[in-house]
């Protein structure tokens, strides 16, 4: 049924937009009316025309209907791409409870020019003859300045302004009289800051397999229909889910639509950019968090001028101003990396949706291992489901998998971290001068230092955490950055036996040349790529063939293709196994699913490593078969029969204060007002308890976990403790946050 009323957003100023209004619509436009359409209104005392953005709509008047006014008309074309943010903006501020400012500054990252960079260039105004001639006359007269500054003209044409000054030593007032005469001019052009250079473009498109051919035709269909659904695009490690993306990026282009592309890590960029550029050339770009401001602020321009039709980057490519959006893609659709932390706390997966559906745009996820809120739409049949389920190169085929119980090495007297078959594997590995990886995801050389007298590990002062032993000597939090020496004594009972305990990718590093002297060894991890473009290089020297080993944590087992690694080694299988958060075996699958697929990627066969205290657990046995429907359904019926999502809702409150005391009385009094108003409708209410770390940065925080089947009660409840929360002293130091 037509929605009868619409919230209304007056396009007035950024700063009058934190409310709606609410308009009837007229029987004639109640089928065109939606989300984001662009509507004339009468507004205010005088019923001035406005223009305005549909929000919401629905059929529950929010006040007497007789003191309702009705919309005028619509506004002819498509919503602009400004407004169409802003109606975005608004629905995350309602999503994710956000105040409308933050969604804008979300949504609206750049919102003041960047100093162009602007180029100078030298121009001979004289044809080469008279040139010369000005050149004798120098000459005669020993203008040193003008003899270089013609010399170089005649040789080269026209001249980088820079370059006359660095490099000739001509200063900005020996060229204004050679303006003045007409000798010379100085033109002054607008350079883009390009991040994406140096890749040559392959116009020939790669055949697709049959499975591949499937999954594009599906979606093709559906899309010359009119149709712009949400796909899920499943399949296998190395089954080729690149390749359809572009097939369906050239489709899309070929309309005259634009596209996104995300992927969860910037260590992705540099292997899909140079692929996507070679397929499609200039007309693709990046952004990411370490990009310049100005090469950002280019970036966005360019988008919004119509000068790209492919945007690749993390979530917040998402909110690239492209005027023709036709296809949003969601690569590694599982990756955690897609939710943000600060708010509005969103997931991209939803804001595309939105995004998409504003856009009349389609929408493809993508991943191997599949978060289990997309598997179940996709078998709900609220998602499109699309399986690959060979790998797309003939000649590759999955690694063979090798499960290690260290529990049997350390009874067998084998006290390294390397077990006798990967040790093995890795001798035959580097003998035929191929490559390998290691994956151990924890950086730094020991997980903490602690006293072996009394037991106590030294903790960051600021955060609830332990500190991490780096091999410079030095101690970090991985949260907030405190980092001090490592003590002579134990600060807590003044024992000289103090000593780093466990082992990081530092200490794996160190380890592995120790094992395997004379193997090049690569480490990537956020200590070695915290400098602008050191992703690039590492990935770049390794697919060159520049090292044999390459350490790393979570960011070299996603997405990465290289032929000539025929081994992985998983070293510590268990690390996030029994994490405190319900999704841990979840991750654990996801993460060994995806380092497994690393290997044998190319022609040569492959090994897979698992190194495990718990061999028999069903994420690590289904991970090392890749089955991925075995895993879900184990591990749906695990989630159902203890109340976790997707089988039950889960709405998250997060209070943190620097104020402990605070903090408590708050929490509290959040838990009464929720037992109050919905105890007898919740699945269940768990908490005040401790966040995770409980301290950061000085900053105390808990939570409150409301569980309930439906997400229309947790809406009201999350709208009960806001209501609360704005109205209450108690909560004046106290930030509250929803995760919904």
């Given at each position: 049924?037509s929605?009868?009323?619409?919230?209304?957003i007056?396009?007035?100023?950024?700063?009058?937009?934190?409310?709606?209004f609410?308009?009837?619509?007229p029987?004639?436009?109640?089928?065109?009316?939606?989300i984001?359409?662009?509507?004339?209104?009468?507004?205010?005392?005088?019923?001035?025309?406005r223009?305005?953005?549909?929000?919401?709509?629905?059929n529950e008047p929010?006040?007497?209907?007789?003191?309702?006014?009705?919309?005028?008309?619509?506004?002819?074309?498509?919503?602009?791409?400004?407004?169409q943010?802003?109606?975005?903006?608004?629905?995350?501020r309602?999503?994710?409870?956000s105040t409308?400012?933050?969604?804008?500054?979300t949504?609206?990252?750049?919102?003041?020019e960047?100093t162009?960079?602007?180029?100078?260039?030298?121009?001979?105004l004289?044809?080469r003859?008279?040139?010369?001639?000005?050149?004798?006359?120098?000459?005669?007269?020993?203008?040193?300045?003008?003899?270089?500054l013609y010399?170089?003209?005649?040789?080269n044409?026209e001249?980088?302004?820079?370059?006359?000054a660095?490099?000739?030593?001509i200063?900005?007032?020996a060229l204004?009289?050679?303006?003045?005469?007409g000798?010379i001019?100085?033109?002054?052009?607008?350079?883009?800051?390009?991040?994406?250079?140096?890749y040559?473009?392959?116009?020939k498109?790669?055949?697709?397999?049959?499975?591949q051919?499937?999954?594009?035709?599906?979606?093709?269909?559906?899309?010359d229909?009119?149709?712009r659904?949400?796909?899920?695009l499943?399949?296998?490690?190395?089954?080729?889910?690149?390749?359809?993306y572009m097939?369906?990026?050239?489709?899309?282009?070929a309309?005259?639509k634009?596209?996104?592309?995300?992927?969860?890590?910037?260590?992705?960029?540099?292997?899909?950019?140079?692929?996507?550029?070679?397929?499609?050339?200039a007309?693709?770009?990046?952004?990411?968090?370490?990009?310049?401001?100005g090469?950002?602020?280019?970036?966005?321009?360019?988008?919004?001028?119509?000068?790209?039709?492919?945007m690749?980057?993390?979530?917040?490519?998402?909110f690239?101003?492209?005027?023709?959006?036709?296809l949003?893609?969601?690569?590694?659709?599982h990756e955690?990396?897609?939710?943000?932390?600060?708010a509005?706390?969103?997931?991209?997966?939803e804001?595309?949706?939105m995004?998409?559906?504003?856009?009349g745009?389609?929408?493809?996820?993508?991943?191997?291992?599949?978060?289990?809120e997309?598997?179940?739409r996709?078998?709900?049949?609220?998602?499109?489901?699309?399986?690959?389920?060979?790998?797309?190169?003939?000649e590759?085929?999955?690694?063979?998998?090798?499960i290690?119980?260290l529990?049997?090495e350390?009874?067998?007297?084998n006290r390294?971290?390397?077990?006798?078959k990967?040790?093995?594997l890795?001798?035959?590995?580097?003998?035929r001068?191929?490559?390998?990886?290691?994956?151990m995801?924890?950086?730094?050389y020991?997980?903490?230092?602690?006293?072996?007298?009394?037991?106590?590990?030294?903790?960051?002062?600021?955060?609830?955490?332990?500190?991490?032993?780096?091999?410079?000597?030095?101690?970090?939090?991985?949260?907030?950055g405190?980092?001090?020496?490592?003590?002579?004594?134990c600060p807590?009972c003044?024992?000289?036996y103090?000593?780093?305990?466990?082992?990081?990718t530092?200490?794996?590093?160190?380890?592995a040349?120790?094992?395997?002297?004379?193997?090049r060894?690569?480490r990537m991890d956020?200590?070695?790529?915290?400098?602008?473009?050191?992703?690039?290089?590492?990935l770049q020297?390794?697919?060159?063939?520049?090292a044999?080993i390459?350490?790393?944590?979570q960011?070299?087992?996603?997405?990465h293709?290289?032929?000539?690694?025929?081994?992985?080694?998983?070293?510590?299988a268990?690390?996030?196994?029994?994490?405190?958060?319900?999704?841990?075996?979840?991750?654990?699958?996801?993460l060994?699913t995806?380092?497994?697929?690393?290997?044998?990627?190319?022609s040569?066969a492959?090994d897979?490593?698992?190194?495990t205290?718990?061999?028999?657990h069903?994420a690590?046995?289904?991970?090392?078969?890749?089955d991925?429907?075995k895993f879900?359904e184990?591990?749906f019926l695990?989630?159902?029969?203890?109340?976790y999502?997707p089988?039950v809702?889960?709405?998250?409150?997060?209070?943190?204060?620097?104020?402990e005391e605070?903090?408590?009385?708050?929490?509290?009094?959040?838990?009464?007002?929720?037992?109050?108003e919905y105890?007898?409708e919740?699945?269940?209410?768990?908490?005040?308890?401790?966040?995770?770390?409980y301290?950061?940065?000085?900053?105390?925080?808990?939570?409150?976990?409301?569980?309930?089947?439906?997400y229309?009660?947790?809406?009201?409840v999350?709208?009960?403790?806001?209501s609360w929360?704005?109205?209450?002293?108690?909560?004046?130091n106290v930030t509250?946050?929803?995760?919904?």
């Amino acid at each position: 049924m037509s929605a009868e009323y619409a919230d209304v957003i007056i396009d007035l100023s950024v700063k009058n937009v934190d409310r709606i209004f609410q308009y009837r619509i007229p029987k004639r436009l109640r089928e065109t009316v939606g989300i984001g359409t662009q509507v004339l209104v009468p507004f205010g005392k005088g019923d001035m025309e406005r223009k305005g953005f549909v929000v919401a709509a629905g059929n529950e008047p929010s006040f007497a209907p007789e003191r309702i006014k009705e919309i005028l008309d619509i506004v002819p074309g498509a919503v602009p791409v400004k407004s169409q943010m802003i109606c975005l903006a608004w629905w995350m501020r309602e999503r994710y409870s956000s105040t409308m400012s933050q969604a804008l500054k979300t949504v609206l990252p750049v919102k003041t020019e960047v100093t162009p960079r602007n180029e100078r260039t030298i121009r001979s105004l004289k044809s080469r003859e008279e040139l010369a001639n000005l050149l004798a006359e120098a000459e005669r007269k020993k203008y040193r300045a003008r003899i270089r500054l013609y010399r170089a003209l005649l040789e080269n044409g026209e001249l980088p302004y820079r370059l006359t000054a660095e490099k000739l030593g001509i200063t900005a007032a020996a060229l204004k009289p050679l303006e003045d005469r007409g000798v010379i001019e100085v033109v002054s052009e607008r350079k883009n800051r390009d991040p994406v250079r140096g890749y040559e473009r392959e116009d020939k498109a790669p055949e697709l397999n049959a499975e591949q051919r499937a999954a594009a035709d599906a979606v093709i269909r559906d899309y010359d229909s009119g149709i712009r659904g949400t796909y899920l695009l499943y399949g296998i490690t190395g089954s080729g889910k690149t390749e359809v993306y572009m097939e369906l990026i050239a489709h899309v282009l070929a309309a005259g639509k634009q596209v996104i592309v995300l992927i969860p890590e910037i260590s992705l960029t540099w292997q899909t950019v140079m692929r996507f550029y070679r397929r499609f050339g200039a007309r693709v770009s990046i952004i990411n968090s370490r990009l310049s401001a100005g090469e950002r602020y280019d970036q966005s321009e360019r988008a919004a001028n119509g000068e790209i039709d492919i945007m690749i980057g993390p979530r917040s490519a998402l909110f690239t101003p492209f005027e023709n959006l036709g296809l949003i893609i969601i690569d590694e659709e599982h990756e955690p990396a897609y939710q943000s932390e600060n708010a509005p706390r969103y997931h991209a997966r939803e804001v595309a949706q939105m995004r998409a559906k504003m856009s009349g745009a389609s929408l493809v996820l993508g991943s191997a291992t599949p978060s289990l809120e997309s598997y179940k739409r996709a078998l709900d049949g609220e998602y499109r489901l699309l399986s690959l389920t060979k790998r797309a190169k003939e000649e590759s085929r999955l690694a063979r998998v090798h499960i290690v119980d260290l529990r049997a090495e350390l009874a067998e007297g084998n006290r390294s971290i390397f077990s006798r078959k990967l040790t093995e594997l890795m001798n035959g590995c580097l003998a035929r001068k191929e490559q390998a990886m290691l994956f151990m995801n924890r950086r730094g050389y020991a997980n903490f230092v602690s006293c072996r007298s009394c037991g106590e590990a030294v903790k960051c002062p600021h955060c609830d955490v332990s500190l991490t032993y780096h091999r410079d000597g030095r101690m970090r939090c991985h949260y907030c950055g405190f980092e001090r020496p490592v003590p002579e004594k134990c600060p807590v009972c003044g024992s000289p036996y103090i000593a780093p305990f466990g082992t990081g990718t530092q200490k794996l590093e160190e380890l592995a040349a120790r094992a395997f002297p004379g193997a090049r060894i690569l480490r990537m991890d956020a200590d070695t790529t915290s400098k602008k473009g050191a992703h690039e290089e590492i990935l770049q020297t390794f697919s060159e063939g520049g090292a044999d080993i390459l350490i790393g944590t979570q960011m070299i087992v996603k997405g990465h293709d290289f032929p000539n690694v025929t081994l992985v080694g998983i070293m510590a299988a268990d690390l996030s196994l029994y994490a405190p958060d319900f999704r841990s075996s979840e991750r654990t699958f996801e993460l060994l699913t995806q380092a497994s697929g690393r290997a044998g990627r190319g022609s040569l066969a492959g090994d897979v490593v698992i190194q495990t205290y718990a061999p028999d657990h069903f994420a690590i046995g289904a991970a090392a078969e890749q089955d991925y429907p075995k895993f879900y359904e184990q591990e749906f019926l695990y989630r159902k029969m203890m109340g976790y999502p997707p089988a039950v809702g889960l709405l998250t409150v997060t209070l943190s204060s620097r104020d402990e005391e605070a903090l408590a009385r708050a929490a509290d009094a959040a838990k009464r007002r929720i037992e109050q108003e919905y105890g007898t409708e919740l699945r269940g209410l768990i908490g005040p308890v401790n966040a995770l770390p409980y301290k950061l940065n000085d900053i105390y925080r808990k939570n409150l976990y409301i569980k309930n089947e439906s997400y229309a009660i947790l809406f009201k409840v999350r709208k009960s403790v806001q209501s609360w929360e704005n109205g209450r002293d108690m909560t004046r130091n106290v930030t509250v946050q929803y995760d919904l």
